[in-house]
């Protein structure tokens, strides 16, 4: 009998990419989702539907029944480490066997980075819960940038505070990807994976990339940390998270280069996206219209 598995952040960015890879595979699997829209959309292209979401605990109770594997992806926020370790210890319950959990780059539990402590505390909860496990710890989103994306439209530019910083961004889809071989394959249980994309760029990079894309020219304008940390907050970030967001940024500026891992590869023989393809396949979105 063909495993069931549960995708709990089937309607982000990583998710849409996954839940299509599921569905493509032909792999028996459901989603839990909140919004009656966000499930009539799903539905509509055939994904089992199991409404609820994370601290409504009889509706995921009931979502687990059945459930072998479980794909663990939740927004940001203060309750996240609350949240997930709760689901952890209804996993066990439930007789889930595993959990493959989308963390953070640098988790660590006692990081002075919100972000990094949290998911560090969870990623412990997990190791110690007796659950076959893997942890995809991704770098830098590509996707990112569409936060910019009004600003590149308008103004042909876009702001950051990492100067000419070169990490190893990696596109949603490949971390989608990494996560399809991690849900459907044993081989790989027990691990943490550290994934990136195939090379590390700057935002320069980023830019020449979107100007070859677009035929039309992007700059980058680096500006100082406090600048893009009023910025953040101006635009409605939670004040924690823009701090969080700056002290990465901050640490990152450290080192000129960070280089990328093979972590990917031990995962998935799949070429992965490089900046000229993201830029090439996403030009749309940053063409005024």
Same mark, same amino acid.
């Given at each position: 009998?063909?495993?069931? %598995?549960?995708?709990?952040?089937?309607?982000?960015?990583?998710? /849409?990419?996954?839940?299509?890879?599921?569905?493509?595979?032909?792999?028996?699997?459901?989603?839990?989702? @909140?919004?009656?829209?966000?499930?009539?959309?799903?539905?509509?292209?055939?994904? &089992? %539907?199991?409404?609820?979401?994370?601290?409504?605990?009889?509706?995921?109770?009931?979502?687990?029944?059945?459930?072998?594997?479980?794909?663990?992806?939740?927004?940001?926020?203060?309750?996240?480490?609350?949240?997930?370790?709760?689901?952890?210890?209804?996993?066990?319950?439930?007789?889930?066997?595993?959990?493959? /959990? *989308?963390?953070?780059?640098?988790?660590?539990?006692?990081?002075?980075?919100?972000?990094?402590?949290?998911?560090?505390?969870?990623?412990?909860?997990?190791? &110690?819960?007796?659950?076959? =496990?893997? %942890?995809?710890?991704?770098?830098?989103?590509?996707?990112?940038?569409?936060?910019?994306?009004?600003?590149?439209?308008?103004?042909?530019?876009?702001?950051?505070? *990492?100067?000419?910083?070169?990490?190893?961004?990696?596109?949603?889809?490949?971390?989608?990807?990494?996560?399809?071989?991690?849900?459907?394959?044993?081989?790989?249980?027990?691990?943490? =994976?550290?994934?990136?994309?195939?090379?590390?760029?700057? =935002?320069?990079?980023?830019?020449?990339?979107?100007?070859?894309?677009?035929? @039309?020219? %992007?700059?980058? *304008?680096? *500006?100082?940390?406090?600048?893009?940390?009023?910025?953040? /907050? &101006?635009?409605?970030?939670?004040?924690?998270?823009?701090?969080?967001?700056?002290?990465?940024?901050?640490?990152?500026?450290?080192?000129?280069?960070?280089?990328?891992?093979?972590?990917? /590869?031990?995962?998935?023989?799949?070429?992965?996206?490089?900046?000229?393809?993201?830029?090439?396949?996403?030009?749309?979105?940053?063409?005024?219209?």
């Amino acid at each position: 009998m063909q495993k069931q %598995i549960l995708i709990i952040g089937g309607t982000g960015t990583i998710g /849409k990419s996954l839940i299509d890879l599921l569905s493509n595979g032909n792999v028996n699997f459901k989603a839990l989702v @909140r919004g009656d829209e966000k499930a009539k959309r799903l539905e509509a292209k055939g994904v &089992e %539907i199991v409404k609820g979401e994370l601290g409504k605990w009889p509706a995921v109770s009931e979502a687990l029944k059945g459930t072998d594997t479980i794909f663990l992806l939740t927004g940001t926020s203060e309750q996240q480490v609350d949240h997930q370790n709760k689901l952890i210890d209804l996993a066990v319950e439930s007789g889930v066997q595993k959990i493959v /959990k *989308i963390s953070a780059v640098g988790a660590n539990s006692g990081s002075t980075i919100c972000l990094a402590n949290w998911h560090g505390q969870i990623e412990d909860h997990l190791k &110690e819960s007796g659950l076959r =496990y893997i %942890i995809i710890r991704p770098h830098s989103f590509m996707q990112n940038i569409f936060m910019q994306m009004h600003t590149i439209k308008e103004n042909g530019c876009f702001y950051h505070s *990492i100067g000419e910083t070169k990490l190893p961004m990696i596109d949603t889809r490949d971390i989608a990807q990494a996560s399809f071989e991690c849900l459907v394959r044993d081989d790989l249980d027990n691990k943490t =994976y550290s994934i990136t994309g195939p090379e590390s760029i700057s =935002y320069s990079d980023m830019a020449k990339s979107l100007s070859e894309a677009l035929g @039309r020219e %992007i700059k980058y *304008i680096n *500006i100082p940390h406090e600048a893009h940390n009023r910025g953040l /907050k &101006e635009a409605g970030i939670p004040v924690w998270l823009a701090d969080d967001l700056t002290l990465m940024n901050s640490n990152w500026t450290k080192n000129f280069v960070h280089d990328p891992t093979d972590d990917f /590869k031990m995962i998935s023989d799949s070429q992965q996206v490089d900046v000229k393809r993201f830029a090439k396949d996403h030009a749309d979105y940053f063409v005024k219209k």
